[in-house]
């Protein structure tokens, strides 16, 4: 019987696979389970922490299904004992409970997943693979290592121009809720989309991220699975999480629930030290935000080529505006790496009346906007219902297509169509780069 789902980790691969669980009637069923796929084998079945080390380092298996409460020693002592003697190994932590800071404690201790019994068998099956496919580069890296052969020997080839991409990494931004800073980050990441360019659209609004919303997109890979692995962050790993967008574009997911973020935030530098370790393999990287300041959002406005800041047309957006744009001058940003847009702007001429003028928001902002996005409530709403972009529209000349295009097109000359400003841009960049965990109110030169 050949499964789909089967042959995703290899053409005839056989995942084998370590059970560590104190409730001998667990291991059974688990086993059970498993013996029903064609791809999956059982090595070993345990019922201590302390066993289930030891035949770890003896079996060396793929995937070690393991609980987290057992009496001698917990999932989370003993997998970070394999993780240190066993790298090639990944671990599938599994618990009753469905706690974040044990998801929290797994991740740090190196788990690759956590499933919260009675786990289902589809779950179980589609776990299993899933991370043994992510694994796969770090076990072939911990395998050349140890041979002493080369890893380049062992890739396969890169994609033309990956390493050598422009990198540009562009923040999308808004102090304030409702200003559309997912719309904006996820039709300017298509707008720059062309042929020979390569675009990664980011969802690091990491609590409550829309980006999967907005395309219709579902996938159990997120940036959640490449934060225990960021300083031996390899291209073919992550480019097994990454997922594509019917129209070619492609997506790094945020957590997939709220509590997951925590996961993330215990390293505040991860998700840009993530997206500097890959820019090379993109043109363009666009970063959806959420709007609370911390420390990940710091280092991701530390890593920006740009940061594309929205506003709204009302006197408390204007008013957070400022206090940004105060906040970048303390961290001495040179002007030009922020550029200022509208969003939401009203058509209605009697709505107009009652909102602050763009004249003199720039005016109080000494800034200038450089694109107003008319507010086109239908059109959003319409595009998301669809999983489509905004910029797909096929009449480009109606708003408010023309001004993301418009907005897409400006960025492109600017980072793309002079090569000494680029050299400028990324000079910049560099000199930017400070260390986090100061607080906000202290992060000065």
């Known amino acids: 019987m050949n499964r789909a789902g089967a042959n995703q980790s290899g053409e005839g691969e056989i995942i084998s696979i370590l059970l560590v669980d104190d409730i001998p009637e667990t291991r059974e069923n688990i086993k059970k389970l498993l013996a029903f796929e064609p791809d999956f084998k059982v090595i070993g079945s345990v019922g201590t922490g302390r066993e289930g080390v030891a035949m770890a380092k003896e079996l060396r298996p793929n995937i070690i299904i393991m609980d987290i409460n057992m009496p001698d020693m917990d999932g989370i002592q003993a997998t970070t004992l394999i993780t240190e003697a066993v790298p090639t190994a990944a671990v599938i932590m599994m618990s009753v409970q469905n706690d974040p800071d044990y998801l929290r404690r797994a991740m740090l201790a190196g788990a690759r997943n956590f499933l919260t019994k009675p786990i289902l068998p589809d779950e179980l099956y589609n776990t299993i693979r899933t991370v043994h496919i992510r694994n796969k580069p770090i076990a072939a890296q911990y395998t050349a290592m140890q041979s002493a052969v080369p890893l380049e020997t062992q890739r396969k080839p890169s994609a033309e121009g990956v390493g050598n991409r422009a990198g540009h990494i562009i923040v999308v931004y808004s102090p304030q809720g409702g200003a559309g800073c997912t719309t904006v980050a996820t039709n300017l990441a298509s707008g ?101 300041l911390d420390e990940t959002l710091l280092a991701l406005f530390d890593a920006a080529t740009k940061i594309v800041l929205i506003g709204m047309p009302t006197l408390a957006s204007v008013k957070n505006l400022r206090f940004v744009l105060d906040l970048f001058d303390q961290l001495t940003y040179p002007p030009d790496k922020t550029m200022m847009i509208l969003n939401r702007v009203p058509t209605d001429r009697n709505r107009q009346k009652l909102l602050i003028s763009t004249d003199r928001i720039e005016k109080f902002l000494k800034r200038s906007i450089e694109v107003e996005i008319p507010e086109d409530e239908i059109t959003a709403l319409t595009a998301m219902s669809k999983g489509v972009l905004i910029v797909a529209q096929r009449d480009r000349s109606r708003s408010p297509v023309k001004e993301l295009i418009q907005l897409a097109e400006l960025l492109h000359t600017r980072l793309m169509g002079n090569k000494d400003h680029v050299e400028e841009d990324e000079a910049d960049k560099k000199g930017q780069q400070r260390k986090t965990g100061f607080g906000l109110l202290s992060r000065k030169n």
């Not at 390569?198 to 997109?217: H, T």
């Open 192 to 292: 720059l989309m062309k042929e020979g360019i390569r675009v990664l659209l980011v969802d690091a609004d990491l609590q409550f991220g829309d980006v999967s919303v907005f395309l219709n997109l579902q996938s159990q890979s997120t940036m959640v699975d490449l934060v225990g692995n960021v300083e031996d962050l390899d291209t073919e790993l992550f480019d097994n999480i990454v997922v594509t967008h019917d129209s070619g574009l492609k997506v790094l997911m945020g957590p997939a629930r709220p509590e997951y973020a925590e996961v993330i935030q215990s390293n505040p530098n991860a998700v840009a030290q993530i997206l500097e370790k890959i820019a090379g393999n993109y043109d363009f990287i666009i970063v959806d935000t959420s709007r609370h």
